[in-house]
């Protein structure tokens, strides 16, 4: 049987799904009283607008609600967060600044502030922002987590691991820092210690894709290859446009001999991402491998 090499393949993959992780962030604290109810009939608009990717209605919502609750803290985060889902950097920066000086004991700003500085790679600023919340609220998880996120993009998977580790300390149902840490130890190649950080982000959130298409890749990694396809087949009706996921079942059938069916799925995969080079290359030594004449056990 020939198996699958994982090697830039399903690593790309893992880090792609870890870069996925960075578009949430968990709430912080109480904060203060909603805006007048004007505003908030924006505030509620914007986020709308948010939820499905329209970053211009959104920005104009929002703006329309600084107008009538320009010392609002609530639409201060809101505002900011949709210029940064607009790429507009340096306004978001601005006005989670602004939301800082409004109410700062939350930390939620200043974390606000850390994942900006992220974005543009901007590394030590973000972290001093990230430590800049921890000190503003010693209880609040969302700033170890990110600070996490920044050492890996730093190499420093150690110090990643540590704070991914006072996270869940702090908030035991961190599901991100749990698939996080088990994107660390499966890399390092501590496959059961992975499952078990997938297993737990599973208990939190029992239809995790992230958690099902890791669950799978680790499988895959380990050349389980009947394990990685029952997950990576959760994963995919949970999200059946996944590029990576169908990319990941492809090379699981592979590692089967289910040749036909492993070129469907790269063939699906780069219908719906043809910039796809891992699908693409793979398809094509797949296909050269299915042309090649059958030898016979007398040559």
Known sequence: MNRPTRCAACTTMLLLLAAALATGCRSG???EDPPPPAAMHHVRLGKQAMEIGDWRRAVAELETARQLAPNSFTVAMALGRAYAGRGWHERALAEFERAEKLYPRSGEAALEIGRVWLAKNRLEEAQQAFDRAIEENPRYAAPHFWKGVAYVAQNRNDKAHEQYRLAIRKD??????????????QNNGYYEIAERHYRSALTIRPRSYLARVNLGLCYLDQ???ERALAELNRALELQPKSVPALIARAMAYEGMD?????????RAALRLAPGATIARERLAALEQRMRAPKRSLTD
């Open 223 to 225: 050349h389980r290859y």
């Open 29 to 31: 604290p109480k904060r």
């Open 258 to 266: 289910r040749l036909e069916a492993a070129r469907r799925d790269y």
């Open 172 to 185: 035991p149902d961190y599901h991100d820092a749990y698939i996080n840490l088990g994107l660390l130890e």
